[in-house]
């Protein structure tokens, strides 16, 4: 009879920390959408950006490459990137539909300069990220999709009076196949992203990169956009 009872109260227990961990779940998921919805309204407001990027690449769990470059964004998907580290003074322009890209290898020399299709791997990031794929208004639609279609499984959530840091589950934001997890850094005065984090389900690194020094609306003409 006593051994009935305990094992009763053990699976009430069980039961009940079951519900406490998916109501937990389900109020993440719920604070992260409203993340979301303040990202998505901050972005329709802004006509233009510019950041500084430090993105890291890894393999094996290490360290592999590094690049620093400076991201502008004009609506609709004007896009130029020009980079510091490594390949100083290269450039490259991407129009919104536009199935090239054009590559200026020498900012200092506008002659110079070529087409790519954005699909050549040359024009690819490491991890096999395309030049569209690149601006915030992508990412932000990636998380709305992956919000409605994937489980976020982990309660990881922390906020201050700055920022906003979360666990992210999706699939991955290339070719969305694989199932990896992001943990994510918002900052609440711009309510746009300032840090990235990229893992595969073993908790092995696979990308990091750190947005710095936003520069929103500051309205640059359409000939900054074209090479």
């Avoid at 919805?37 to 972005?43: D, K, L, T, V």
């Avoid at 590559?103 to 024009?123: A, E, H, I, Q, T």
Wanted: glycine share 2%; aromatic share 14%.
């Amino acid at each position: 009879m006593m051994r009935k009872a305990v094992l009763t109260l053990l699976a009430l227990a069980s039961l009940l920390l079951h519900f406490e961990n998916l109501k937990a779940t389900a109020g993440n998921e719920d604070r992260i959408l409203a993340v979301a919805q303040s990202m998505e309204a901050a972005f329709k407001k802004l006509e233009d950006y510019t950041c500084e990027v430090e993105q890291i690449f890894y393999q094996d769990g290490v360290e592999n490459q590094r690049y620093h470059f400076k991201f502008y964004f004009k609506k609709e998907k004007k896009i130029r990137v020009d980079f510091s580290q490594p390949h100083s003074g290269l450039t490259i322009f991407y129009q919104d539909e536009d199935k090239e890209a054009t590559v200026m290898p020498l900012r200092l020399l506008s002659g110079l300069k070529f087409r790519l299709s954005v699909d050549n791997p040359l024009m690819k990031t490491l991890a096999g990220q395309r030049i569209s794929q690149t601006d915030m208004g992508y990412f932000i639609k990636f998380m709305f999709k992956n919000l409605r279609s994937v489980e976020q499984k982990d309660n990881e959530f922390r906020e201050d009076n700055e920022r906003v840091e979360f666990l992210f589950w999706a699939m991955d934001y290339i070719e969305e196949k694989f199932p990896e997890k992001y943990r994510i850094s918002v900052s609440k005065k711009y309510w746009l992203p300032i840090r990235i984090e990229r893992y595969n389900l073993e908790d092995r690194p696979l990308e990091v990169t750190d947005i710095r020094n936003y520069v929103l609306n500051a309205h640059p003409e359409d000939k900054f956009f074209t090479p």
